[in-house]
């Protein structure tokens, strides 16, 4: 690594490359940061591939109180409406703030912004750029004012490995670099890393984003939140493809329709049918999947000939498997795609770890609960970016320590996909999320490529397993039901492994409790 990096000592080092960390960066500036990114910055981000927008309320029949509604409503009992509120006012602003960075946002003939539905929502408020492409679209702005930044550097191809800590403070980060292993001594880094969808067979997320954020948090000591609440989206295209194509909300948002392999409207009794919230409009089409239908989108009619237009990316994903969608149906099935939890995170992002922050889908802020409301996590990652450049701003250096450096393996989880996909997907169950505890434990503990994909595995399972109810997107088997009382979950790494090692001694659940 460079002398020019090393002479970051001591300054933010931003971990992750995508919207939330990109934007934390630029709002620190002019103070040095140093951004490193597994990959090059842009080819790899789950922020790339968003085809939905931002959730804002814009438009003229719209409030942030109907947003804030529709948020806690989709999130089951478990938002923080403290925090959902505070966003949820801040989004409009963030949303124009972007704009004035360079993001060419979809405008109506008049120049304002245009606005789409998507499910749960009650108005028209998600703000989309180049149609699907929307990600793409604000990564190339942001991508762009980091690059014309001095202030920024960014470091591709180098991976954070642990955190160094020291009474609860953050002295440092150990990480790869294609040469040999670093140590980069800082008292302020702000994890950026994304989400969890490479533990997972079927899921849209990239597969090289495997819970790092999680595995750094938690190794360091830092309390998770909500682990055990995972996005499904509903409507992944259904193919050989992995990571599975997304197939937007906003698809349905024009008037697309589900049907099975008979042209049955099968989802007509849900309320709100193909517009109902994500996890619901998931069960409902895992569950007819599973009584051996298949399930298609039928987007002939509507959106219809405007598909190509209003979808290029979709349509393109479509064309790429010899479908086109205003003439064929739309084969999907249920995939990961979003994490709820993760580090818990107050709005500034500050984590229970000193010297720690995370940002974006990494950080569990409260704002989704149970199940998020589409678009909303490109709105959180804008919106805390601020708060959370705000916040190290204002924090104190740190002590700067030199370590040496040490190698510590990569993470891979493709072992533990089959596993962790049975375990924790749509539809989970105490026998077997006992199971996949008993089996993650040891491998957790080793030093090789899965024991970190095993350490974020088993925080989930033991999550998981703790919550015996049925609640947003977590679904529980043998706990169909809600219970009375909404509590958000909080689990350190240590917490999950004395649970764990309880279980290898006992049979049940409820003996661990006692
Ligand atoms: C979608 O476009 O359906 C996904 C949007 C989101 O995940 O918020």
Redesign the pocket.
């Given at each position: 690594m460079s002398a020019a990096v090393r002479s970051f000592f001591g300054r933010p080092i931003i971990i992750g490359g995508g919207i939330a960390g990109l934007l934390t960066a630029l709002h620190l500036a002019p103070e040095p940061v140093l951004i490193l990114s597994r990959t090059p910055l842009g080819s790899e981000a789950s922020s790339a591939w968003?085809?939905?927008g931002l959730a804002g309320s814009l438009g003229d029949d719209d409030d942030p109180v109907l947003h804030l509604a529709d948020t806690l409503a989709a999130g089951d009992g478990l938002c923080d409406a403290e925090i959902a509120t505070r966003i949820l006012h801040t989004a409009p602003n963030a949303i124009e703030a972007l704009a004035t960075l360079g993001v060419r946002f979809d405008r109506t003939p008049e120049g304002a912004l245009r606005l789409g539905l998507?499910a749960a929502h009650g108005r028209r408020r998600i703000v989309h750029a180049g149609g699907?492409g929307s990600g793409r679209e604000i990564m190339r702005a942001l991508i762009t004012a980091v690059r014309s930044t001095p202030s920024i550097v960014v470091v591709e191809g180098v991976e954070a490995r642990r955190l160094a800590v020291e009474d609860n403070t953050v002295r440092g980060v150990w990480a790869s670099c294609s040469m040999s292993p670093v140590f980069l001594g800082t008292g302020r880094v702000v994890l950026a890393t994304g989400g969890i969808g490479g533990l997972f067979h079927d899921s849209t997320n990239p597969l090289g984003s495997c819970g790092q954020g999680v595995a750094l948090a938690a190794r360091a000591g830092a309390v998770l939140a909500d682990l055990e609440f995972i996005q499904f989206?509903p409507?992944a295209l259904d193919g050989h493809g992995r990571p599975m194509p997304?197939i937007?909300?906003?698809v349905r948002g024009e008037g697309a329709t589900i049907v099975d392999e008979t042209g049955r409207r099968f989802l007509e009794d849900l309320h709100d049918a193909e517009l109902a919230p994500r996890d619901v409009l998931t069960r409902a089409v895992w569950n007819h999947l599973a009584n051996g239908h298949r399930v298609f989108l039928d987007a002939r009619q509507r959106p219809g000939p405007e598909f190509e237009r209003q979808f290029p990316t979709i349509s393109s994903a479509c064309r790429g498997v010899g479908i086109n969608p205003v003439r064929d149906l739309i084969p999907i099935r249920p995939a990961q795609?979003?994490h709820m939890g993760g580090v818990a995170a107050d709005g500034s992002g500050r984590t229970s770890v000193k010297g720690l922050w995370a940002c974006g889908e990494v950080a569990s802020t409260g704002l989704h609960g149970a199940n998020?409301l589409?678009?909303?996590?490109?709105t959180e990652a804008v919106v805390c970016a601020r708060w959370v450049a705000e916040s190290v701003a204002g924090s104190p250096i740190g002590v700067r320590t030199r370590l040496t450096a040490r190698e510590i393996p990569s993470p891979d989880p493709i072992s533990l996909r089959p596993l962790l996909s049975r375990s924790l997907g749509v539809e989970r169950d105490g026998e077997i999320l006992r199971e996949a505890v008993s089996t993650l434990l040891p491998l957790a503990k080793r030093h090789d490529a899965a024991s970190d994909p095993a350490a974020v595995g088993l925080m989930i399972a033991i999550a998981a397993l703790q919550r015996r109810e049925s609640r947003g997107a977590h679904y529980r088997t043998d706990f169909p039901d809600r219970a009375a009382i909404a509590r958000r979950s909080r689990l350190t790494l240590d917490e999950a492994l004395a649970t764990a090692r309880a279980f290898a001694c006992s049979r049940t659940l409820e003996e661990v409790e006692q």
């Open positions: 968003a085809q939905g998507e699907d989206h409507t997304l937007s909300e906003a795609h979003y998020r589409a678009s909303n996590s490109l």
